[in-house]
């Protein structure tokens, strides 16, 4: 989504970026787990395809996409993105007779980050984002019924099980941001800082021409 090719979302464990065709190589690195894809519903691509899906997913109007990176390695030690990516989080605006409702998705490729609060913090921040950038009232997540920890992670967020599709094995769980859900949603979030991604990519000094 171009709306977000510029914006960097930084908080305490995570920190959310525009997903570039930096990213590519070690996104496609992931996405030949086994698990990742059963967990993800997804497909293998070449890496090609998955650079034209990069392109796609900052063209298109309704997808929303960062990548999550480890906030302490990032800003510490001034590493590359590439060697703090941890996963990524989408929201994709499917339904064209509801512009108010996103779907979104949380991956934690890196199982050493699995368990530690780094998918909460990313989905709160993705939320927020949602809300506050893209007029976002409603959110749904669909997640595949073997993946508990997933489940247990998005009712603790204040989402309900709404279906379940047994040929997909798949459960949909819903939240409306009600006035109360938007204030709790924006306390949860309220640490966050918003930044330019240009700005933080351009070494001291140096002003883009």
Not at 28 to 44: D, G, I, N, V
Not at 93 to 106: K, R, S
Not at 157 to 177: G, I
Request: charged share 30%.
């Amino acid at each position: 989504m171009k709306i977000n090719q510029n914006t960097v979302l930084q908080g305490k464990r995570v920190t959310l970026v525009p997903y570039t065709s930096a990213h590519v190589p070690r996104y496609h690195k992931w996405m030949q787990s086994e698990e990742l894809q059963r967990l993800t519903a997804s497909e293998p691509l070449s890496l090609e395809q998955e650079y034209e899906m990069q392109r796609s997913w900052r063209d298109d109007a309704d997808k929303c996409t960062f990548i999550v990176l480890d906030t302490e390695r990032w800003s510490e030690q001034a590493c590359a993105d590439e060697d703090c990516m941890v996963g990524d989080v989408n929201l994709f605006l499917t339904d064209a007779e509801d512009p108010t409702l996103g779907e979104i998705e949380i991956m934690i490729a890196e199982p050493s980050y699995r368990g530690r609060g780094f998918g909460k913090e990313a989905t709160l921040m993705m939320m927020s984002y949602g809300v506050r950038n893209l007029g976002i009232t409603k959110f749904e997540a669909k997640i595949g019924q073997e993946n508990e920890a997933s489940i247990c992670m998005f009712k603790k967020l204040h989402f309900k099980e709404v279906a379940v599709n047994s040929v997909f094995q798949e459960v949909t769980l819903r939240l409306d941001v009600s006035d109360q859900e938007r204030r709790w949603l924006l306390e949860q979030t309220d640490h966050v800082e918003e930044k330019s991604y240009v700005e933080l990519k351009l070494p001291a000094g140096v002003l883009e021409t």
